[in-house]
């Protein structure tokens, strides 16, 4: 009888360590699945803000690759402008001159 009350007791005490490891075991596995997630968010942000820097980048560079292609174009509207209005300029003087001559003539002051 002594022999089966300490059976008893024996499987009574690896039961009670097999029901330790489990809880050990579980908060283990928690401890685990908080810091992969937390380790994961981290990644996200990182890669997100990785992203978010070259998108600016390409931006940027499309923004200045623009400019460059638009400066020339700019430029040469800016030439023709200016010739247009100087010759709208010397045309100016001439209808001004034109103008004065009918004036002085239709009042008979030549």
Do not use: D
């Amino acid at each position: 009888m002594f022999l089966l009350v300490e059976m008893i007791r024996e499987i009574r005490s690896a039961e009670e360590q097999a029901e330790e490891i489990k809880r050990s075991a579980h908060l283990e596995a928690r401890r685990m699945v908080q810091e992969a997630e937390l380790k994961a968010a981290e990644v996200y942000q990182q890669s997100a803000a990785a992203a978010e820097a070259e998108g600016r980048q390409v931006v940027a560079a499309g923004e200045q690759e623009g400019q460059g292609l638009v400066a020339p174009i700019q430029q040469r509207a800016a030439e023709e402008i200016e010739k247009i209005v100087a010759a709208a300029r010397g045309k100016q003087e001439a209808a001004i001159t034109m103008v004065m001559e009918r004036i002085v003539k239709s009042y008979g002051h030549s």
